[in-house]
């Protein structure tokens, strides 16, 4: 692509799964762009997010719609173990890339992959999508800004409602690479580099988590290189839904990014007659950074527009899945681990 | 139209303004649409719109995208006094008709346009997005469900963060048919048909809304033909930004609609170092109502494509209006006022 | 007594039901306070809180304690029909005077009693005790800075968990002496005096309260002297609990005096393991104004202790019960009514 | 002591300070106490808590005061350096005691004096008063009756406005006995025993306190006994005011205690016209836990009445200290250390 692209810009999706369906939305809503082709090994999937999109062309290989010549840009939601493939694969044929987290589950295909990206010269984009949401937008301006100060504390809790299927667990690198890494980017995203890790954790939810030597419920120290204090709490199960706590404190004063109810709306007494108030909570992540997904596909968007270079990008992805990877051995070796 | 509608439906989009923006995203969001017309004076705005809606043909006129032989159904966002003449044109051409509120500031013409619809049998529906505002649509269902109970009294308050242009208020039908009609209109929804209401008001904001003959402040209070009570305040002018707020009070419990912080952000002594902690508040309505206006166009199409009435129709644009018209007669005359 | 009394004041507790029992902690905490009597016609309860007040002496008929040379202040809690004898007896005896709302159901008794209190010149406070709420007490401070700019709307809501008992409700003087009232005279604090109202209401919980001729779910509508508009909503039964919120709003923003959970606890998913967040409401009013109990007791002793004439004094206990009157009239009559 | 006291139960309060006036408000409030006396070196200020509590005779001495025939029971709010010896003293001459957290900084110590008092059987109870907060206590009875299900994370925060003096400091026995032992007894309190920890910390807020060899920030990592992972985080400064907040994560869901707003007022815009919700905050712990502190005194003074043992008594001043003490220890030497 050139620094400027001329538009629009045409893309190809490669994943028709339910990300894909949520990515493609996204860029229909985009006038900038054009999605020409869609890929996914299941045929119907395939043509269900064509519809969608408004593409004509499906392909059941990625690798088709990459070299597809009137492709521009691709959208990689495949499953994780083909990313690094497509990865290299779009970046030697000269194409923007955006690929869901992570790029692979090893940290020497992860630089070498990152590496090519950047020796091409593509655009890369990686999709950590909490650093579009709103709240976490926001909270970025301020601390930038200088309004909570020199940042001493960090807390995160991440917790999913219920653990995915054992077989996907099975191929999913472990929970500090498929669940917490969104808080420990999070973490640097906010506050910096972190320098060492202790982490700790079991399986509390399903014990046939430890057999495939996996936790499911985790809680990791962090000591940041500029000498705040974190803690990242993580588990598989909330029975109340998806949930996702975040705070910053400093020396000027704090934030907390927590969600609010999903509907505004209170009920006393309801139904129970009983004294009371409720409120309902979040159920999934896609429900919670629905509007986070959308907005990083349409940064991604206008940093190609604008010529400029997407992020979080290479670097982040490597960086990120660094300190995850700490993390998993701290929790293997019983000990601290400097991230290095 | 058929029953069933064959995919895709073909829509023209009439209006090309904020809305018309809105709507165009709400359309091209869902594979079961074709907008094959963006149609709008000004010919830059058309062509805008049509690039985000993948819209190839563009019309300066409304009535020729309505006569256009490719064009099933209709999305009308044109100026106000423009929708009762396109409303009839396209009910006559045997179109589907989504129009936003009102269809009229006149009873008499929306009762001899909603009878022409009613007559042609084409699908109707009039814009009352917080209908499928999620809090309400909620509500709504709690209600049905019997868990409020017998309701006794009804609240509802709403403020826009500050009056529109001058020339906008003097062809707007005052402040009941432009802005109070959504919180009436979620009264009938909520509660049922209104018997009486006595309205007061005045201009606090800007005398000139006195001289046009308008209020800009003003508080109802109705009488429900089941007994419940209910009183609504409007301000043209709130300095915190847009606040919509509704509660239902009966023998069962309370719901209470209201909206939380737009950024799920709370900041504890920010900047300035003080005690206190601050969230930010919904701007304006489109940034409140967004997911809801997306909804109401899903729920149109989705009555199209499986042959339902669309919701709310003819009877709810006239009976709202015939509300609406009650208060402005009751501020007029300073006496209670039969709705009838 | 004296411009500055001599310390401690010696008070006298009329009355040992539960209000007895609360004011007597209150005045047991104050250092300045020394409780001599507590009067009672049943002996055990009188008893009960002179041990409580550490009281030396009881009395069954309060004008006994009144008469008492030692006491210089009385405390009047004795069922509502009784209050303005002991005003008049206390104030005859020049005695500092506390009473509980109503001085009299009536508005030519209340004149007389009030005229008595101020011809004697004794000090006299009325138990308006949301005056002492932290809330109100700031959100009076912010109105009377400026902050919330001109009041335009005002908006009350008070309602019980349950009605009284029946034969309580024959001798309250009707839901607005009894009940409304505080939000009434809230709304005076507030805002300023009222010019006209316009009541409806009915008996929606007991229909043997509309056979006593009262009603227990009320709407007044509020036209203020300063040309604020305003909305008061009672019921005598919210099976959620005690339920006061009260809202400000003008030119310069808005107050919301809403009671938080009564315990800053959240339950998410409690119990039944379903998604939502939960927590507890205020169940009664002496629950919810606990602390302003104790402030008011607090207030009329420091005004004692300093000179200072108590508030809110006889002019409150008259205008507040002029407006409550007003809106009995304007229930009963099906008109507006002026207050006067 | 017998097993039940006669009434009304005659207290020494030892210490008049700032506690001392709170713990003698608690006191006085109660009909089943009657204060007898009051010790302070600073003359004025036992008078001023004498007048307070109604105590007839003041001492300088607090050995005086416990062994005055008339007392039954002491009230220790006298400096921490003090309380061993007092506690010892009361215990021999057979009274009644509650005292402030800790009974001293050094285990050794602490294991004797309680010993002495197991040993006389009197009745002891250590101002742990986060156990009878309202909120705490609810959480207690909640986990009790399984609704969080197996407790899996434990997080808490505590965070004071400012650092206490540094004189102060360079007795307090460092911020885990100081501060960080309120949460760390609520662990043990909702959770269960604390089988390791690992604490990080610096001096962020005055380099001072880390020339004492003390810190102001510190983060501890806890393994329960029952396999639970913990964090609690703590900070001498917040300028924001007082922060606690705990969270208690289960299989059956999560418990969340955190402090509403201290006023239940939002001011919308208020003062300079912005938009923006603000409420106040919690300045300091006796603010946040004034009725727990009240309800800790009534707790005691129930215990006696009824003939229980109080709580929390001996075994929970020693374990919660131990447990503080390792965290100390953990700090020091930078590693993870069992508590034992």
Redesign the interface.
């Known amino acids: 692509m050139t620094q400027t692209a001329s538009l629009p810009i045409r893309f190809a999706l490669l994943g028709a799964g339910r990300m894909g369906v949520e990515h493609g939305?996204a860029l229909?809503?985009l006038?900038e762009v054009q999605v020409v082709a869609v890929a996914d090994p299941i045929e119907a999937a395939a043509r269900?997010v064509a519809?969608?999109t408004?593409a004509s062309k499906t392909y059941s290989d990625p690798l088709d719609a990459i070299h597809d010549p009137e492709v521009q840009a691709v959208i990689i939601v495949t499953p994780t173990s083909t990313h690094a493939a497509l990865i290299e694969a779009a970046a030697l044929a000269g194409k923007a890339i955006f690929c869901e987290k992570p790029v692979a589950a090893d940290l020497a295909e992860t630089e070498r992959v990152m590496r090519i990206v950047e020796e091409q010269g593509v655009p890369f984009q990686i999709g950590f999508q909490r650093r579009y949401d709103?709240?976490f937008v926001?909270?970025k301006e301020?601390i930038t800004?200088g309004?909570?100060g020199?940042i001493?504390?960090f807390?995160a809790?991440g917790?999913d409602p219920a653990p995915p299927p054992l077989e996907y667990l099975k191929v999913s690198g472990g929970i500090f690479l498929d669940q917490a890494i969104h808080d420990l980017d999070i973490a640097r995203f906010l506050v910096g580099e972190v320098k060492e890790v202790?982490a700790?954790?079991?399986a509390?939810?399903d014990p046939a988590i430890a057999q495939i030597g996996d936790a499911d419920?985790?809680?990791v120290?962090l000591?940041f290189e500029n000498?705040a204090?974190?803690?990242v709490?993580n588990?598989r199960?909330?029975?109340?839904?998806y949930?996702v706590r975040t705070?910053v404190?400093g020396?000027?004063?704090?934030?907390?990014?927590?969600?609010?109810?999903?509907?505004?709306?209170?009920?006393?007494?309801?139904?129970q007659?009983?004294?009371?108030?409720?409120?309902?909570?979040y159920?999934f992540f896609m429900d919670r950074f629905k509007d986070a997904y959308r907005a990083e596909i349409a940064a991604f968007v206008g940093a190609l527009t604008e010529g400029r270079a997407p992020t979080p990008g290479t670097h982040d992805a490597l960086e990120s899945l660094r300190l995850a990877l700490a993390c998993t051995r701290s929790l293997k070796e019983g000990r601290s681990v400097r991230v290095q």
Do not use: C, N, W
């Open positions: 939305l229909v809503s006038p269900k519809r969608i408004r709103a709240s926001e909270a301020r800004a309004e909570v020199e001493e504390q807390a809790t917790r202790l700790v954790g079991d509390k939810v419920t985790t809680t120290l000591t000498g204090q974190g803690v709490q588990s199960r909330a029975v109340y839904g949930d705070e404190f020396s000027g004063g704090k934030l907390v990014m927590d969600a609010t109810p999903k509907t505004p709306l209170l009920r006393y007494g309801g139904g007659g009983r004294e009371g108030v409720t409120s309902d909570h159920h």
